[in-house]
């Protein structure tokens, strides 16, 4: 098993392969891939393919290129989700920066402020942090590297970091090697196979074993073997393989031996990737489906009773509706929405725009559920449906409901669920039984469009 510690799959280039890009990771033994946050743009994409995926978890933090952008909030909000597991990437990088030096110590000022900022945030949340470091030699220029200044900003936070990685390690210094002692790791990626790296592969050999760890920094850092005829192709996790061939063959090990160790050193430094020895696939590789539309006759059918739920069909059709949940940022889905008459749905309540109260869950699969009793209490209020777009409704359904159901593991659960949750839970099993909310509401004056809605909303 490989964990790719640093690949950046919340590019939109990815969006369209994803299954085909996972795919192929997993056909390569790739089965964990932490996405690094670089600015606020790209973070929402990561936590929704971490939220998608087993196997792919994310960081928070800004890259020094978008130094300028750092916003502190959003630490406070990511570091609360379970799947957020590490702080960056974050660093110094001089590699862009103009030669005119006033410009340039302007901006890593500010790299060294943002730095300082990911650094103490690392330490209140306890977790690692990802460093990027990248040089720019300027001939007539005495000034400290980036590599002397990263040491010198991280000394006085050395005993208090959970740890760290360099990502992308390039350089040779002694006085990095002794960063491993402070529970630093070493990112190496495609860069090994380029020409001219004597230096990485002396810091490779004096480097603690212990104290590699595997990463691609995808879609960049392509190993020099996928490169055809200088064209340029994206990196992806699965070409991680070709890192490990070189690494081997550098230190002279056994690929297996050598495999065995690091996705080691990556499941010490990120214990939460434990959870890929729970199952032997690898990532719950769901697909998007399509989802229909008020008048398609399967949504007023009685949907028909799961039997086998460990088949692979059914455990299939559960991780498509919950992907296809997701995807569409729905609160839940039932089975029939995406044309398949099986009485499942999911449930997947977070607050958003239209909801800003709706409580937050990992978005779960009810099978074959029952609704046991309901409260006398009734309740009206708004409703919405990914099979009646741009239509809301004021809705009447119990406060409070008991319910049975299945578990996608097959457990059988009894619960009470009340409020928003009885309401999400009534509306999907509605689905099961040919009905959807429209039906339900006392009068069609009840009923409005979504842009109405939304000023509603507003005004209230
Ligand atoms: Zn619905």
Redesign the pocket.
Known sequence: MIIDTHCHLDKPRYKNIMNLILENAQKNSINGILIPATQQDTIENAKILADSYQGVFYAIGFHPKYAEKYEDALFEKHLKHERCIAIGECGLDRGRLSEELEICEAVMAQQRKVLIAHLEWAIKAQKPILIHLRDKWISSDKRATVYDEFLEIVQPYLGRLVGGVIHAMNFDRDDYVALAEHNFYFGIGGQLTFDNMKGLKNFIKKAPLESLVLETDAPWLTPKSRLKDNQKVSNEPSFIVDVLKSLSELLEMKRAELEEILFENSLRFFPEFKELLNYAEGYNLGKIRKIVQLGRPILRKIAKEVEDIKSQEIQNLINDLILTCIDSQGMGI?SP?IGVSKRIFIMASHPNSRYPHAPKMKPKAIINPEILSYSDEVEKDWEG???LPNIRGLVPRATKIEVRYMTQKGEIVQEVLEGFLARIFQ??FD?LNSK??IDRVESTLDIVMEREYMRILHEK
Request: charged share 10%; net charge negative.
């Open positions: 039932a929405q449906c990914l099979s509306h999907e689905h959807v909310f």
